[in-house]
């Protein structure tokens, strides 16, 4: 199979205040384009043609760096787009999640604290993660392009903390966009389905 970028879910200007228009612009339409047209060249000749995105990014990850980058990337953004919406984050989250929080990671408002903390944790370019691991929510942080499917973790939530991802809004402040979105963006309903699917 080919990468192929797909359209985001909602208008450019959509998640205005939160993220702008031009950062959604740059952001989709030049950065994941890049992982779409880089991953292709790569996948080529790399063996791994005709296995699903997941399968690449796990089978690349560790033997072909370059490729893992740009699918671990394609797939990071893939969800990226749909782990926002308007009107989205803060505490009404669907029932079955707001209770696996509570018992596995001490509430919401810890999970709110610990997801923000890793992001602002992650050293350089990466993501921060709630992600499912034996059966038991996690808050995980990678760096780069890797993700919780390298570890043997479903991935419910992403924040990317690369700097083109927030710096035309934010500038340097990482803490100010990990807390819009995790009060504003997030759409949980694409969380709870993607729970459900790795339960």
Partial sequence: MSFELPDLPYAYDALGPYMSAETLEFHHDKHHLAYVSKGNELLAGSGLEGKSLEEVVKESYGKNAPLFNNAGQHFNHIHFWKWMKPNGGGTALPAALASKIDSDLGG??????????????????????????????????????????????????????????YYIDYRNARPKYLEAFVDSLVNWDYVLELYEAAS
């Fill in 108 to 165: 919401y408002d810890k999970f709110r604290a610990d997801f923000i903390a890793a992001g602002v944790g992650q050293f350089g370019s990466g993501w921060a993660w709630l992600a499912l691991k034996d059966g038991k929510l996690e808050i995980m942080k990678t760096p780069n392009g890797e993700n919780p499917l390298v570890h043997g973790a479903a991935p419910l939530l992403g924040v990317d903390v690369w700097e083109h991802s």
